[in-house]
Nanobody, 125 residues
Framework: QVQLVESGGGLVQAGGSLRLSCAAS????????MGWFRQAPGKEREFVAG????????YYAGSVKGRFTISRDNPKNTVYLQMNSLKSEDTAVYYC??????????????????WGQGTQVTVSS
C-alpha cells in the first residue's frame, strides 16, 4: 500500500486560507483515486473532496463546494487541498486517503484503503 503524509494544517482566522498537502511514498499515486476527509471532535469522519486518478474529475461535499479545491501532481506524488473562506465549522482533523482504483468516484471511507495520520485545522471565529 501507499504511505500518505499530510502537512499544512494550522490555526487560521475565519475567512482565511490554508493549503494542505498529502505526500505519497511507496507506490505511485497515478493508480489511485484520492480523497480528503475530515473528522471533528464527537463527529463521524466525513468526505470533503475527491479527485480521479488523472485529475480529470473532482467532486466535493456540498458544505465546501466553491470554497475548497482539490488537485494533484502525479509526477510529484502529491495531492493538495486548497481551502479558502474558512469557517469555524471547518475545524477538524483532515485526512488524506487513497483508493487503489481508477474506476468510480468514491466518497465513503470504506472505499479507501490507504490513510494518512491526519493534520489539524483550527479556524478561529
Amino acid at each position: 500500500q501507499v504511505q500518505l503524509v499530510e502537512s499544512g494544517g494550522g490555526l487560521v482566522q475565519a475567512g482565511g486560507s490554508l493549503r494542505l498537502s498529502c505526500a505519497a511514498s511507496g507506490r505511485t499515486l497515478s493508480s489511485y483515486t484520492m480523497g480528503w476527509f475530515r473528522q471533528a471532535p464527537g463527529k463521524e469522519r466525513e468526505f470533503v473532496a475527491g479527485i480521479s486518478w488523472n485529475g480529470g474529475s473532482t467532486y466535493y461535499a456540498g458544505s465546501v463546494k466553491g470554497r475548497f479545491t482539490i488537485s494533484r501532481d502525479n509526477p510529484k506524488n502529491t495531492v493538495y487541498l486548497q481551502m479558502n473562506s474558512l469557517k469555524s465549522e471547518d475545524t477538524a482533523v483532515y485526512y488524506c486517503a487513497g483508493a487503489e482504483s481508477r474506476l468510480g468516484l468514491p466518497s465513503i471511507p470504506d472505499r479507501f484503503g490507504s490513510w494518512g495520520q491526519g493534520t489539524q485545522v483550527t479556524v478561529s471565529s
